[in-house]
């Protein structure tokens, strides 16, 4: 295929060659962006509840390292306020690429790739320590291959600003955790917001009845 187009990608090249101009293509096309757009909701419905988790707010999950105004909602449990700041960081990484979805993508890709590099070594570690060498080993080789296409990645140059934006956020949270005095329950703050929220929702839901056994 070489180089696509400055008005083209690669995947959508590869469409047309396989399938023309037709329905087929267009498509093609339309799933792709429904791919896209599903992956930045998933972003915009994780991040504004984890800033929610690791804010002062009294539903949180008490951890208390991020402003108590992140933790703030609707009646839909919607934490506005920290969905205001993944939009308005959204909005400064793409003015910063003006519109290029080239540079956009090779953002996002290295982002990606560092969280998946991530995981896999905890799940190594975890393996290793649980004393389960298959699976030690699984992860490792994923992340032997993750540590590879990152390094291709970072090759083009662009991306490092992907690792240094990375770097900066991991630093300012770690920094706010140990001015809190290092908190503990950091890693399940999700799940510790989630039962808030159930606790605190008006129409809480009821375990069903147990049926009387009868005499």
């Not at 329905?23 to 800033?51: D, H, K, R, T, V």
């Not at 839909?76 to 956009?104: D, F, K, M, N, R």
């Not at 955790?177 to 989630?194: Q, S, Y």
């Amino acid at each position: 295929m070489g180089i696509p187009r400055p008005d083209s990608t690669q995947i959508a090249g590869i469409a047309h060659a396989a399938a023309g101009t037709g329905p087929l293509y267009g498509l093609f096309q339309a799933a792709s962006a429904l791919l896209l757009l599903a992956a930045a909701s998933s972003s915009f419905q994780a991040g504004p509840g984890l800033l929610k988790a690791l804010s002062r707010h009294p539903h949180s999950a008490g951890v208390g390292i991020l402003p108590r105004a992140l933790g703030e909602t609707n009646r839909h449990h919607t934490p506005y306020w920290s969905v205001l700041v993944y939009l308005g960081v959204s909005a400064a990484v793409l003015i910063a690429a003006s519109g290029h979805e080239q540079e956009l993508v090779l953002f996002y890709a290295v982002a990606v790739f560092v969280s998946f590099l991530a995981g896999l070594a905890a799940m190594a570690r975890f393996s290793l320590r649980d004393r389960r060498p298959g699976l030690a080993a699984v992860n490792i080789a994923g992340a032997a291959a993750v540590t590879f296409t990152l390094l291709v990645n970072l090759a083009r140059g662009y991306p490092l600003l992907s690792i240094a934006a990375t770097g900066a956020i991991a630093g300012i949270l770690y920094t706010l955790w140990a001015k809190a005095g290092r908190p503990a329950g950091v890693e399940e703050a999700e799940r510790h917001l989630d039962d808030a929220e159930e606790t605190s929702s008006p129409h809480p839901q009821r375990a069903p009845a147990t049926p009387d056994p009868g005499p």
